[in-house]
């Protein structure tokens, strides 16, 4: 029996891991693999205390300063179904089952992707799927943004501040991004092209080019590009929980302002919740505030 289960090891998950190991609390964390989307950044320049450092290169000094302490991990684990009896009872995909008083999850999201040629090859390559961490390395390139809406938008206002040239292409035969928004990438000279399909994504050792479909006349185009930014959407991942939490229209975890779900003793942090930003830093501070109001419910 552990006072607390954490599942995920993303920022999130690792700093509610660290706080409770601070609080004596007997805590589990169970995580498919340790970093979730921070370590597809290459670069991340918004991280206080470091003007530039990898993704893999946080993940690594977050997940050493966790085992620092005494707390118990499961590595390359899945949780697969969580029900609460008079306790919460976890099972993940090797039969492990695992009872808890509290659980935090902090599973995050991934992203969804284009399934196309070279999106995998291409990975950190010219590929991106987080224009935070990475639009500064493409100063004075040509770039393309896959998804027309309010992600894609964003993802766009951050690019024209670094790059030469900026496309955003959008599957549908309109553009669901905020109006407001659109204006002002068209006025900064970024083009749009609604009603096309991404076929492929060519390079040798990075980004070259960009293969679309105009679904209009069937025609295939190609654009010269250095770089691909992803912005499609984000798949949450905690359909283990769905009996026990509220999602939103977009399958995140409504909590409220401390980060308790419908389900007593059941939290959640970070990316997964309905929390309005995405951010490391805010992830971190989500997963800190909830193991502290775990400590106090357990108490």
Known sequence: MYDLVIIGGGPAGIT???????????????????????????????????????????????????????????????VINLEKKDNFIIRDDKDNKYEANAVIIATGKIPRLLNIPGEQEFKGKGVSICSICD???????????????????????????????????????KTLGDEMTKKKLLDAGVEIYTNVAVKEIKGDKFVTSLVYENRDTGEDKEITVQGVFIAIGMIPKAGFAENLVEFNKIGEIIVDKNN???TQGLFAAGDITDVKYEQIVIACGEGAKTALEVYDYLK
């Open 135 to 173: 639009a500064p390395m493409f100063g004075k390139k040509d770039v393309a943004v896959i998804g027309g809406g309010n992600s894609g938008f964003e993802t766009a206002l951050d690019l024209i501040k670094y790059a030469k040239k900026v496309y955003v292409l959008e599957f549908l035969e």
């Open 260 to 262: 308790y779900t419908k």
């Open 16 to 78: 509610a891991g660290i706080y409770a190991a601070r609080k004596k609390l007997k805590t589990l964390l169970i995580t498919k693999e340790w970093g979730g989307q921070i370590i597809k950044a290459n670069e991340i320049e918004n991280w206080p205390g470091n003007k530039n450092i990898s993704g893999v290169q946080l993940m690594t000094q977050m997940v050493e300063h966790l085992k620092s302490f005494e707390i118990e991990t499961k590595e390359k684990t899945e």
